[in-house]
């Protein structure tokens, strides 16, 4: 699959916290913080494919409580995020900062009505580009 990368925009960064134990999410673009309907993708200083995922909430909270579930699981608090997924957010984030891009697919008719297409735009991403820490293949 070809992805076109121009559509996509940066959202945020993720940066080792100074401690060195957590990591911190900066947004970019408040505008674009509020899109919903989105695929995202994070991404290192090489360009490589982190995580790919979708949101139809704003995508700014679903990046920011990326960094908060990272920081929580190694705190030894509860959190969707595995200690050993947290780690490696942690690890490549010191390796250099890491990138968060978006993409709002423009809305489809269809027989249900307007829909954007991003749940299958993620599916194939995540299919075709195999992200290290996307813990399923949908």
Do not use: C
């Not at 945020?12 to 916290?17: C, D, E, L, Q």
């Not at 995202?40 to 490589?48: F, H, N, S």
Request: proline share 6%.
């Amino acid at each position: 699959m070809d992805i076109d990368w121009s559509r996509f925009r940066t959202i945020a960064f993720m940066s080792p916290a100074e401690e060195g134990n957590g990591v911190v999410v900066e947004l970019t673009d408040i505008k674009l913080s509020t899109l919903e309907g989105v695929v995202y993708a994070w991404i290192d200083q090489g360009g490589t494919v982190l995580r790919v995922g979708a949101s139809n909430q704003p995508i700014g909270t679903r990046v920011l409580a990326l960094g908060e579930n990272i920081n929580k699981s190694l705190s030894g608090l509860e959190s969707p995020t595995p200690e050993w997924e947290a780690k490696q957010w942690v690890a490549l984030a010191k390796q250099g900062r890491l990138r968060a891009l978006v993409h709002q697919p423009p809305a489809i008719d269809t027989v249900a009505g307007r829909v954007r297409p991003y749940l299958g735009i993620e599916r194939r991403m995540i299919a075709s580009l195999k992200p290290v820490l996307n813990r399923s293949y949908r």
